[in-house]
C-alpha cells in the first residue's frame, strides 16, 4: 500500500516562493513517475508538473519557468519548487504517484492534497 503526504503550503504573497514535498511509503516510488496536480475552486484537477523515472519532466505552459519539479528517490520524495507565484497558482496542490508504465497492473495514487494561496 502506497502512502503520499505533501507538506510545504501555505499563504504567500504575489512574488514569493513555496516549496511542496511529498513523501511516499511503500516500494513503488523508485518505479513511478510522479506528479504535481492543483485543483482550484470551481475548476477540474489540472497537471502542474510531472517528473519520470529517468527524470524527463513536463510543465503545464502556465508554470514553465517558474516552477521546477525533483524527485529524491533515497528519500522516496518528490519537490515542487514554485517561485514568483502569481493569484492564480491558488489551489489545493495534490501529489500523484503513476507506476503503471512499468507495473501495468497496479494504481495510481493520490495525496490528500496540500493548500496554496496566493494572495496580498
Known amino acids: 500500500q502506497v502512502q503520499l503526504v505533501e507538506s510545504g503550503g501555505g499563504l504567500v504573497q504575489p512574488g514569493g516562493s513555496l516549496r511542496l514535498s511529498c513523501a511516499a511509503s511503500g516500494r513503488l516510488f523508485r518505479l513511478a513517475a510522479m506528479g504535481w496536480y492543483r485543483q482550484a475552486p470551481g475548476n477540474e484537477r489540472e497537471l502542474v508538473a510531472s517528473?519520470?523515472?529517468?527524470?524527463?519532466?513536463n510543465y503545464a505552459d502556465s508554470v514553465k519557468g517558474r516552477f521546477t519539479i525533483s524527485r529524491d528517490d533515497a528519500k522516496n520524495t518528490v519537490y515542487l519548487q514554485m517561485n514568483s507565484l502569481k493569484p492564480e497558482d491558488t489551489g489545493v496542490y495534490f501529489c500523484n504517484l503513476d507506476p503503471r508504465k512499468l507495473q501495468p497492473w497496479e494504481s495510481d495514487y493520490w495525496g490528500q492534497g496540500t493548500q496554496v494561496t496566493v494572495s496580498s
Open positions: 517528473i519520470t523515472i529517468g527524470r524527463s519532466t
